[in-house]
């Protein structure tokens, strides 16, 4: 790589116009996390790669469309491609078509114990990913679009196709069985 971009606007200027060495530094700066990212959507590895691959591709064709607004835009416009392109991925899936009457009636909530704060933070890193990625797909999706990367249950349903009710009955449920996880890691370890 020649040319070195100081500044996140540099970088996304030289993108626009599709300069190689911004292209590259684009790359180098945010595949890990576009990676990171795709698999918590995308079980398979090599799938979340792809996925990754093609939201780089994609973003680096529609660079143009990008507007800056400020520090860490970039990072935000990335994501959103790459979680909307993870959403489509995922709803090609049969699972998305039809979404389970269990998925959207409110009666079947589990009522687990809260952990306490204090034994949650001594769990170790990884844990909790692995918790997530162990949803199944629609409650996966929906948990990772609502509690990390803040879409609004509004937005949820209109990205799968499903109500805001069902989005927001999918959440709890998928809420719960987090909570259950954690408190039979909690118990099974002792803490």
């Known amino acids: 790589m020649g040319k070195s971009f100081l500044t996140e606007q540099d970088l996304a200027l030289g993108c626009i116009r599709k300069e190689r060495d911004a292209q590259g530094e684009l790359y180098a700066k945010y595949a890990a996390r ?22 780089m591709i994609k973003a680096m064709d529609n660079f143009k469309s990008f507007r800056y607004a400020g520090e860490g835009s970039i990072w935000a416009w990335l994501s959103r491609i790459t ?33 306490d704060a204090e034994s949650v933070r001594e769990i170790p890193d990884g844990v909790l990913d692995e918790i997530i990625a162990g949803l199944p797909p629609v409650k996966r ?48 370890t002792g803490q």
């Not at 990171?36 to 792809?50: C, M, P």
């Open 83 to 115: 979680v909307n392109m993870a959403v489509d991925r995922l709803k090609e899936n049969s699972r998305f078509r039809q979404i389970p009457l269990e998925y959207v009636s409110g009666n079947e909530i589990e009522n687990a114990l809260e952990p």
């Open 141 to 188: 999706a929906v948990f990772n679009m609502y509690c990390i990367d803040g879409f609004s249950h509004k937005e949820i349903a209109r990205a799968l196709g499903i109500t805001e009710r069902g989005s927001t009955s999918i959440m709890a449920k998928a809420r719960a069985s987090v909570k259950s996880a954690l408190i039979s890691y909690l118990n099974k």
């Open 34 to 55: 576009l990676f990171a990212l795709s698999l918590r959507y995308i079980e398979n590895r090599e799938d979340a790669r792809d996925l990754m691959h093609d939201a």
